[in-house]
């Protein structure tokens, strides 16, 4: 399935991955892609943290959604929301398809 990976910073990776790849495994696709430390995130889908031991589709994961990548450490919510917010306003089909899954 093709996921859409984001981070706080607003990079954007689109990967193609297995439905039955764990959360754990897909945390190291994560890393190389956005080169956050996989021992150093979080993965959110829908505002809901995705457990390690669980697979993306047993996680409610489907083909195009969007994942946010996050760094675990000092809560800086004020800098992520920006960083979210300016992202959608640049990008009109992600802040489309963000509209359609949360109405």
């Given at each position: 399935?093709?996921?859409?990976l984001?981070?706080?910073?607003g990079?954007?990776k689109?990967v193609d ?7 754990n495994?897909f945390?190291?696709l994560?890393?190389?892609?956005l080169?956050?430390?996989a021992s150093?995130?979080r993965i959110?889908?829908n ?9 993306l589709q047993?996680?409610?994961v489907?083909q195009?959604d ?7 450490g000092p809560p800086?919510?004020q800098d992520?929301a920006?960083?979210i ?6 990008d009109?089909?992600t ?6 899954q949360?109405?």
């Amino acid at each position: 399935m093709r996921l859409t990976l984001t981070d706080e910073n607003g990079n954007i990776k689109v990967v193609d991955v297995s439905a039955d790849l764990s959360v754990n495994d897909f945390k190291a696709l994560a890393e190389v892609e956005l080169q956050i430390p996989a021992s150093g995130m979080r993965i959110l889908h829908n505002g809901r943290d995705l457990q390690a031991s669980a697979t993306l589709q047993g996680s409610g994961v489907v083909q195009d959604d969007m994942l946010l990548v996050l760094r675990t450490g000092p809560p800086q919510q004020q800098d992520q929301a920006e960083a979210i917010r300016t992202q959608l306003l640049n990008d009109p089909a992600t802040l489309q398809r963000v509209a359609a899954q949360n109405p």
